[in-house]
């Protein structure tokens, strides 16, 4: 079994920055892909970042250039280090992982079986 705790999560102002962590543990072996997702109410979960434990990345074109993601191998631990946040940013926030080649070139809730609870982020105007 895999078990991913997010934290980090909370309130900002536009332009703000937040970092997330996700701390992955039991199997890790299972999570050679980890990414990012995100959900509005009343949206669809949407990927924004992927990475491979070679470090390679995918990003959604609606944080590109905004987020970076991370991973910290030796603690097993996922980053989201996200600037320049806007209000259509607040949403829940979940880290996903599984064991698949990534990144591909569409992120689907679907291709990740491990799930963490989410942490909250909230971005006023």
């Known amino acids: 079994q895999v078990r991913l705790l997010e934290s980090g999560g909370g309130s900002v102002q536009a332009g703000g920055s937040l970092r997330l962590s996700c701390a992955a543990s039991g199997n890790t072996y299972k999570t050679t892909c980890m990414g990012w997702f995100s959900q509005a109410p009343g949206e669809e979960r949407e990927g924004l970042a992927m990475?491979?434990?070679?470090?390679?990345?995918f990003y959604s074109d609606s944080v590109k250039g905004r987020f970076t993601i991370s991973l910290d191998n030796a603690k097993n631990i996922l980053y989201l280090q996200m600037n320049s946040l806007k209000p259509e940013d607040t949403a829940q926030y979940s880290c996903?992982?599984?064991?698949?080649?990534?990144?591909?070139?569409?992120?689907?809730?679907?291709?990740?079986?491990?799930w963490g609870q989410g942490t909250q982020v909230n971005v006023s105007s």
């Open positions: 990475i491979n434990r070679a470090g390679t990345t």
């Open positions: 996903a992982a599984d064991d698949f080649h990534c990144p591909t070139t569409t992120m689907e809730p679907a291709d990740f079986g491990y």
